[in-house]
């Protein structure tokens, strides 16, 4: 029933910047917790940033400054803004919706930071 679709990935050149968006469909709360989480290759997922219903946000550490994550609760959608992108940003990027009890998961979006 629940759908989530990463959209936005793609090759970047260092020190620039790309906008990732999750549309999430079928039957979801509109303001359960979304989140986005990376992967790179032989390394463990790890947490990017979330945001709440009401708009809160937290970050990695290595992310803040650099990202930003919003979301559209009219449209089920949540973005990530993520600007100087770095070499070490290359990675399979996930979004992720707290729907408790369970979470939902996308198939992930590949960004690739190189020159």
């Known amino acids: 029933q629940v759908q989530v679709v990463e959209s936005g990935g793609g090759l970047v050149q260092p020190g620039g910047s790309l906008r990732l968006s999750c549309a999430a469909s079928?039957?979801?709360?509109?303001?359960?917790?979304m989140g986005w989480y990376r992967q790179a290759p032989g390394k463990q997922r790890e947490l990017v940033a979330r945001?709440?219903?009401?708009?809160?946000?937290n970050y990695a550490d290595s992310m803040k400054g650099r990202f930003t994550i919003s979301r559209d609760n009219a449209k089920n959608t949540v973005y990530l803004q993520m600007n100087s992108l770095k070499p070490e940003d290359t990675a399979v990027y996930y979004c992720n919706i707290e729907a408790r009890p369970m979470d939902y998961w996308g198939k992930g979006t590949l960004v690739t930071v190189s020159s």
């Open positions: 945001i709440t219903g009401g708009g809160r946000t």
């Open positions: 079928g039957s979801i709360f509109i303001l359960y917790t």
